[in-house]
């Protein structure tokens, strides 16, 4: 017949599992502050890397996004604050609050036309229009516009980065947030060109007409589709998409 485990036996058990538990918060202790020293030492050799890097990261596109890749690799923001060390020293935060600025300007420049929603692409190509030889010296890319306008949210729910299927981008700049069904919409003229029509949201998406009229007459009444008012059958047109195909 077994016998039971006596008072010491569970006492020493106990001690054992005590010393366990230190033991591994020892480690983790020791673990944590290892890799708060190598983050420090990561961080100081970016800080270094920056002085030395300031031109080319102000004027390379693509050093700018691998500069950017390596700080979001240890959690650092140098868009964080317009006051703070990175900002001082590379004037990055300048050069992307700049952008957004500039972003905002040509999406109300342009909102009666589209509706208040952009590509991202198109407004790419009126921003440098608009820049003229100052683009020249500093070259602007698309993942530069997209860091920029994303910044563009502390304004409230006016401004929002909407991504579409196709690894595209457009800018809404008026207040409101789109809905699900008005989403699906832009996607599915995002691959017509920037058409869409009636059947093809009720053989693809699997909607009724009535449900098709709600949300199209909403998207009209917003300025966000234009009727195709010659065409057989009803069909719409997205401004911020198919002006973006010849822009």
Same mark, same amino acid.
């Given at each position: 017949?077994?016998?039971?485990?006596?008072?010491?036996?569970?006492?020493?058990?106990?001690?054992?599992?005590?010393?366990?538990?230190?033991?591994?918060?020892?480690?983790?202790?020791?673990?944590?502050?290892?890799?708060?020293?190598?983050?420090?030492?990561?961080?100081?050799?970016?800080?270094?890397?920056?002085?030395?890097?300031?031109?080319?990261?102000?004027?390379?596109?693509?050093?700018?996004?691998?500069?950017?890749?390596?700080?979001?690799?240890?959690?650092?923001?140098?868009?964080?604050?317009?006051?703070?060390?990175?900002?001082?020293?590379?004037?990055?935060?300048?050069?992307?609050?700049?952008?957004?600025?500039?972003?905002?300007?040509?999406?109300?420049?342009?909102?009666?036309?589209?509706?208040?929603?952009?590509?991202?692409?198109?407004?790419?190509?009126?921003?440098?229009?608009?820049?003229?030889?100052?683009?020249?010296?500093?070259?602007?890319?698309?993942?530069?516009?997209?860091?920029?306008?994303?910044?563009?949210?502390?304004?409230?729910?006016?401004?929002?980065?909407?991504?579409?299927?196709?690894?595209?981008?457009?800018?809404?700049?008026?207040? %409101? /947030?789109?809905?699900?069904?008005?989403?699906?919409?832009?996607? &599915?003229?995002?691959?017509?060109?920037?058409? @869409?029509? +009636? $059947?093809?949201?009720?053989?693809?998406?699997?909607?009724?007409?009535?449900?098709?009229?709600?949300?199209?007459?909403?998207?009209? %009444? /917003?300025?966000?589709?234009?009727?195709?008012?010659?065409?057989? &059958?009803?069909?719409?047109?997205?401004?911020? @998409?198919? +002006? $973006?195909?010849?822009?």
């Amino acid at each position: 017949m077994r016998r039971k485990a006596g008072i010491g036996a569970i006492q020493k058990r106990r001690a054992d599992t005590e010393k366990f538990k230190d033991k591994a918060n020892e480690l983790a202790e020791v673990q944590l502050a290892e890799l708060s020293s190598q983050l420090e030492a990561f961080q100081t050799n970016l800080e270094t890397f920056a002085r030395e890097h300031k031109e080319e990261i102000k004027k390379d596109p693509k050093f700018r996004k691998h500069f950017q890749e390596m700080c979001a690799s240890i959690g650092v923001d140098p868009l964080a604050s317009g006051k703070g060390f990175w900002s001082n020293m590379l004037e990055i935060g300048d050069f992307y609050y700049e952008l957004a600025v500039q972003i905002v300007e040509v999406c109300m420049a342009h909102a009666e036309k589209t509706g208040g929603l952009m590509e991202l692409g198109d407004i790419k190509h009126k921003l440098i229009k608009s820049r003229g030889r100052s683009a020249v010296h500093q070259e602007i890319t698309t993942e530069d516009l997209l860091i920029s306008a994303k910044k563009l949210k502390v304004l409230g729910n006016g401004f929002t980065v909407i991504a579409l299927g196709s690894g595209r981008y457009l800018v809404q700049s008026v207040p %409101g /947030e789109l809905s699900s069904d008005q989403i699906s919409v832009l996607e &599915e003229a995002e691959r017509n060109n920037g058409c @869409i029509a +009636t $059947s093809s949201l009720h053989n693809k998406q699997g909607w009724d007409y009535n449900r098709i009229d709600i949300v199209m007459n909403k998207m009209v %009444g /917003e300025g966000l589709v234009w009727v195709d008012a010659k065409a057989t &059958e009803k069909t719409y047109w997205v401004p911020s @998409i198919f +002006t $973006s195909q010849f822009g």
